[in-house]
């Protein structure tokens, strides 16, 4: 089988190289003698591969990609190498011979992938064969972002999806397994009527969309989600209501985007793994400084009447106009989680406060302003400072 192909690759790299063909003067009788010779070594290896049945994936895998790599040669005589015969007095008839050596590897190809169909998948699809198909897919992913840009969907992840489907449809060495998965993937997502981001989402987890992206994208929501949570237990609690949900959902394909990379559904999980470790790790320090004897005491947690949204806009109020020095303003926080609470949480996460106090809702300003107004109220009735004046 070997010798067979190292002839092959010598016979076109050789006898059919654009300058054999110009300086030899062959004539018509030749090129056909020339076609009879490739025609014969292709059904020479056809056969061999039917005698050798057995033979593993990865050798079936060997012999096609050498194929593919004769057929990109012959490509580059076809166009890299034109300058060397397309202004002979034979271009037509050398440009013709290519064509057809070309169209018989192709033929070959798709006999010898019967052998292995999922292997054949995976090597690349020749240079020749290439921009045809590549056309077709444009044309087709044109339809698909019509359909995204339709749809209720978060700008960010519509550019991840689009982006990541247009990088796999042109990237260098496209095999019929990235074909075949973009064209799955986009008539998943054409065929859905209500297309919206957690829809769309969802499609992507089923259908192995594992781009680096769209996992960067997951975890910053993800993130921005426990952000939002106030005290630990409602973080853990959102971090395990998010796994509950990974481990819900079907799986519709074994194909992955990326199939070097773990599927997505794996790397979320593990990653809220680590988040659910952490906060179980802060959740058992907290609980250890409260049995402290100094810490344990009630009094040391001083429990202030506000939320913890109009707790956090009341620090960056201070901070801002220069009651709290503007200076190590992380410390700052986690100080105010550490020794204060409010009525619905007992443990303050710093860098939710923090977040909360610069991502402000217009009702926590309309209650904190309320607030603010019946303290200087009382500082007015008690002070009569009503209708005093500064000088």
């Known amino acids: 089988m070997n010798e067979n192909l190292v002839f092959l690759l010598n016979w076109v790299e050789v006898t059919i190289h654009p300058r054999q063909l110009i300086h030899s003067s062959i004539a018509d009788p030749d090129f056909f003698l020339l076609k009879e010779q490739l025609a014969a070594e292709l059904q020479l290896i056809k056969n061999r591969l039917f005698k050798n049945i057995l033979l593993s994936k990865k050798q079936l895998k060997s012999i096609l990609k050498r194929i593919v790599d004769i057929s990109n040669i012959i490509y580059s005589y076809l166009n890299q190498l034109a300058s060397a015969w397309n202004n002979s007095i034979m271009d037509s008839i050398i440009k013709s011979f290519y064509l057809y050596c070309l169209n018989g590897l192709e033929q070959a190809i798709e006999d010898f992938s019967m052998f292995a169909l999922r292997a054949s998948k995976q090597i690349s699809i020749t240079l020749y064969l290439r921009p045809k198909l590549v056309m077709e897919m444009k044309k087709y992913y044109k339809n698909f972002v019509v359909r995204l840009k339709k749809g209720d969907i978060d700008n960010d992840l519509k ?41 769309l989402t969802e499609i992507l987890y089923l259908n192995g969309f594992n ?23 409602e973080q853990l609690e959102t971090v395990i209501s998010e796994k509950d949900k990974l481990k819900g959902l079907p799986i519709v394909r074994k194909t992955k985007m990326l199939p070097e990379v773990d599927d997505l559904v794996s790397q979320l999980t593990q990653y809220l793994s680590e988040r659910e470790h952490y906060i179980l790790k802060m959740l058992k320090l907290q609980r250890v400084i409260l049995q402290d004897a100094d810490l344990s005491k009630p009094s040391n947690k001083v429990k202030i009447n506000l939320s913890v949204a109009q707790f956090a806009l009341f620090i960056r109020v ?34 939710s406060l923090r977040k909360k106090s610069t991502d402000v809702e217009f009702s926590t300003a309309q209650k904190l302003k309320a607030n603010l107004i019946a303290m200087l109220n009382w500082l007015n009735e008690n002070y009569n400072l009503s209708n005093y004046k500064e000088s």
């Open 159 to 199: 550019c991840v999806v689009q982006n990541g489907v247009y990088q796999l449809i042109t990237k260098k060495g496209i095999t019929y397994l990235n074909v075949e998965y973009c064209q799955n993937l986009m008539n998943t997502i054409i065929a859905e009527k209500d297309l919206s981001t957690e829809i």
């Open 211 to 233: 781009l680096p992206e769209f996992y960067l994208y997951c975890v910053t929501n993800l993130k921005n989600a426990l952000a939002d949570k106030s005290g630990l237990y």
């Open 318 to 351: 201070q901070i801002e106009k220069g009651l709290l020095i503007k200076e190590n303003i992380g410390d700052q926080f986690n100080f105010f989680a550490t020794h204060f609470c409010t009525p619905q949480t007992t443990f303050i996460s710093a860098d």
